[in-house]
């Protein structure tokens, strides 16, 4: 999955989130045309018991944008990482809109993530103590190994806009 | 002049430079820490050189939507690991607050499937692949309704960047490296190895890649227009490569094929109107997760000390809470008219607020309905 922030000198903003949902999608490339093609269908795995033909398979995907009038500031938001992505964008906005850190640091902060068993998964570079305690209060660790999560995000206040690309997928944001 | 006079004069210049000095400093870190980034538009997509395409297109003229579509064309390029015109992807284009979009191109199920195939899901998180798992691709059909409605740029400028990128290649990235090297057996043996490798090994940091054949085909759909894709000779040759891997896609499928636009759900949090893509999406389980942390009152002191044990003690239970609702993410025209106004209320939120307690429960406690995990 991919996601792309994006406001523009008229002050439109487009959040999109694109997937061929795990990597390289099915694996199957079509020679002729050059396309890979996804495996979407893997979405329902655990999340229903029958499918129709028509029908679109759940999806984490959540291209956001947030506005507030009195602060005159537009932030745009998603990501990508499969089940990650809707807690490290949860996580992204809450550093940046109420814990006060700069949109950089609110992206790059460590993430918690609770997978589908309940057991909690801790980012590398997670604070060994605050893991420690919460492990202590009867949060069972998960086992997961790779984290894929990733949140790109624009905010603009006034007419001052930054933008940052996730370091985690070595991203790098551009404008004028 | 008296020698005490002399030494007061001094301490006065030494003083008065030192406050001048000072003053210059505080000032240039006043304006450092005002200055703006950028002052007029940006792009943040996963790589440098796509984040560049799409502000290029910007300073051409080109809407954000303009913007976007290209640095998506040069993202599956740049990282095919990730998305590609064979995907499908969802817009939230905001004009104005009350004018807020979401457009739907999500992959859909085709007209013939395996109508066991869900009896292939695994029990844990683990890659699918395999053409039985090819949904209907949504993703130019996606791009077509957004520079319909927003675009300010001819449809083939957009693809500019992308056909040059594809066609002339570019230096491997070292993210993709990194896939690639983890992904090598699979590869070697698959298709995908007509691209990705070179004397039947993967490709490494610093090869050239380059993609003919998909720059060929994104010239057609950028000289015809988004609908080659979905019928002619480029939507024939797509369905015989898929039905040749096994797959049941068929023609009527990609016809068929269309996105969706609706209105983007604004949800209130505080002073911010959020704007989320409704189902199947999972903007409502955002709006849960942020609605139920909102009533902790967070501030900065929120990540200092002791309280920082509680702030991620709220934020895990919560987040086990929102597992116990994956369940009502899906396909609303599927979905038995179910109702999950709930997940974006704040009655609800609210009530589950009131659920959490001071030491983590056993599973069930919060509805938790066991699913896989998934890594796209």
Not at chain 1, 2 to 23: E, F, P, R, Y
Not at chain 1, 39 to 51: H, M, Q, S, V, Y
Not at chain 2, 321 to 338: C, H, I
Request: glycine share 8%; proline share 5%.
């Amino acid at each position: 999955t991919s996601h792309l922030s994006v406001i523009d000198k008229d002050g439109m903003a487009v959040s999109v989130t694109s997937t061929i949902n795990q990597m390289f999608g099915s694996t199957v490339y079509s020679p002729r045309t050059g396309v890979i093609l996804n495996n979407e269908l893997a979405d329902f795995c655990g999340r229903a018991t029958k499918i129709s033909a028509g029908e679109q398979p759940p999806s984490s995907m959540v291209p956001t944008v947030l506005y507030s009038k009195p602060q005159k500031t537009v932030l745009v938001v998603g990501g990508a990482g499969g089940s990650m992505i809707v807690s490290s964008v949860a996580l992204a906005i809450m550093n940046h809109i109420w814990m006060g850190k700069d949109l950089k640091d609110a992206i790059s902060a460590p993430v918690v993530f609770v997978d589908s068993s309940n057991g909690v998964n801790f980012e590398k570079t997670f604070d060994q103590a605050v893991k420690e305690k919460l492990k202590a209060m009867g949060h069972k660790e998960g086992k997961l190994q790779h984290f894929f999560n990733v949140v790109n995000a624009i905010s603009k206040q006034g007419s001052c806009i930054t933008a940052v690309s996730d370091a985690r997928k070595e991203g790098k944001a551009a404008g004028y | 002049m008296s020698k005490s006079k002399k030494r007061v004069r001094c301490c006065v210049c030494f003083a008065l430079i030192c406050v001048i000095l000072i003053s210059i400093l505080l000032i240039i870190l006043l304006v450092k820490s005002n200055r703006c980034e950028y002052t007029q538009a940006a792009v943040a997509a996963d790589s440098e050189i796509c984040s560049d395409v799409g502000r290029n297109i910007l300073q051409e003229g080109g809407s954000a939507v303009d913007g976007a579509i290209a640095a998506l064309l040069c993202t599956s390029l740049v990282n095919p690991q990730s998305m590609g015109l064979g995907g499908g992807a969802i817009f939230t284009v905001f004009e104005n607050p009350d004018h807020v979009k979401v457009i739907n191109g999500r992959e859909r199920v085709p007209k013939v499937f395996k109508r066991d195939l869900l009896n292939d899901c695994p029990q844990n998180t683990a890659l699918l692949p395999g053409s039985q798992w090819i949904g209907v691709p949504g993703e130019i059909q996606a791009y077509k309704k957004a520079h319909d409605v927003y675009g300010k740029l001819p449809w083939k400028t957009l693809f500019k960047p992308a056909i040059k990128l594809a066609r002339e290649g570019f230096p491997l990235p070292s993210v993709l490296e990194k896939y690639l090297f983890f992904f090598q057996k699979a590869m070697v043996n698959s298709s995908l190895c007509s691209v990705f490798c070179k004397d039947n090994k993967v490709l490494k940091k610093g090869d050239m890649l380059q993609y003919p054949e998909l720059a060929k085909t994104m010239e057609i759909i950028a000289d015809k227009g988004p609908d080659a894709f979905y019928e002619g000779k480029l939507a024939e040759d797509l369905i015989q490569d898929i039905k040749s891997a096994g797959g049941s896609l068929s023609l009527e499928d990609l016809r068929s094929m269309q996105a969706e636009v609706k209105d983007a759900l604004p949800v209130q949090l505080g002073d911010y109107t959020m704007y989320i893509p409704p189902l199947p999406a999972s903007g409502s389980l955002l709006s849960f997760i942020l609605n139920v942390m909102k009533g902790y009152s967070l501030r900065p002191e929120s990540m200092k000390g002791e309280e920082e044990i509680w702030t991620y003690h709220h934020i895990i239970e919560t987040l086990k809470f929102a597992n116990g609702l994956k369940k009502y993410v899906k396909d609303p025209a599927f979905s038995d008219g179910n109702d999950t106004s709930h997940l974006v209320s704040l009655d609800f939120a609210d009530k589950v607020r009131a659920m959490i307690k001071d030491e983590p429960q056993p599973l069930q406690y919060y509805n938790v309905m066991p699913s896989a995990d998934s890594m796209g």
